[in-house]
């Protein structure tokens, strides 16, 4: 849930004709952690993309105005694609000046800035969940060896617990290997709001002008300067060291299970 210091509600026509209401709304910047020099982040509900987003900034005011341009780019985004927008419970229709009024666009020092900062965020976060990861993995494998040692030196003990044990093996296997995949697609995702913000900033030297929030948008970037090979190499490499923990976790819970009903 998110608690909005400021919100605006309106109406909506789709491209396909259906008419529905939302409201935007858009919390109070906050500190990531008590560190002196914390990155801030602050809550919007997107429209037509109801989840709430933490949009992150060097300071309050950054995170606060990288907020508002998101809500602003998927606004023009459906309206573009033939979207209407109306005050609520009218039939009179606003344009985005309504909603953001005019102003100078930002330089492209400050958009870069904007971009390198962000990519330097997910960065960050990319590194400290893959190395989180890893020590998820050497922990699910040492507590699985451990187990696997008892069970080889209390053969006699386990013979009478071996159901308990069999379900115990088997459950904390799947629920590991399921609780690092969720790890390894949050670490994915900011792998790739770092790669579209570097690609981002190449865009801008080249064609003067892009969309900041690209680089929270579904779907391929449109702007994208690395070779495909290298960016399907890197998402690969990052697939396969999953399989390869999920296999290992597996094939010590696996000798475990088969040691456990050939003693019983």
Known sequence: ???????????????????????????????????????WRCPVTVPFDGPVRDI????????LCLA??????????????????????TTDEFTL??????????KSSDVIDGLKHLSQTHR?????????EWKVFLSTVTLLVL?????????????????????FLFLF?????????????????????????????????????VEINDIYKSGPIKYCHC?????EAEYTHGRWSFICQAAIIMSIATLGIFLVVLWQ
């Open 56 to 63: 992150y900034g060097v300071d309050s005011w950054q995170a």
């Open 173 to 209: 296997a799947v629920s590991s290997i399921a609780y690092l995949f969720q790890i390894q697609m949050a670490s994915n995702l900011d792998k790739q709001f770092a790669e579209r913000a570097e690609n981002l900033i190449m865009a801008l030297l080249a064609k003067g002008s």
């Open 1 to 39: 849930m998110i608690e909005p210091f400021a919100s605006r509600e309106f109406s909506y026509v789709s491209p396909t004709g259906e008419r529905f209401s939302f409201t935007i709304k858009l919390g109070r910047p906050t500190p990531v952690s008590d560190q002196p020099r914390s990155d």
């Open 227 to 231: 070779p495909k090979s290298f960016c």
């Open 147 to 167: 187990t696997l040692s008892f069970v080889i030196s209390k053969r006699d003990l386990v013979a009478g617990h071996s159901v308990g044990i069999v379900v």
């Open 124 to 132: 960050t976060q990319y590194t400290e969940r893959r190395t989180y």
């Open 97 to 106: 000046n309504d909603l953001f009024p005019p102003s100078a666009d930002m």
């Open 68 to 89: 508002l341009s998101l809500v602003h780019s998927q606004l023009v985004d459906f309206i573009q694609r033939g979207g209407k927008l109306y005050h609520p419970g």
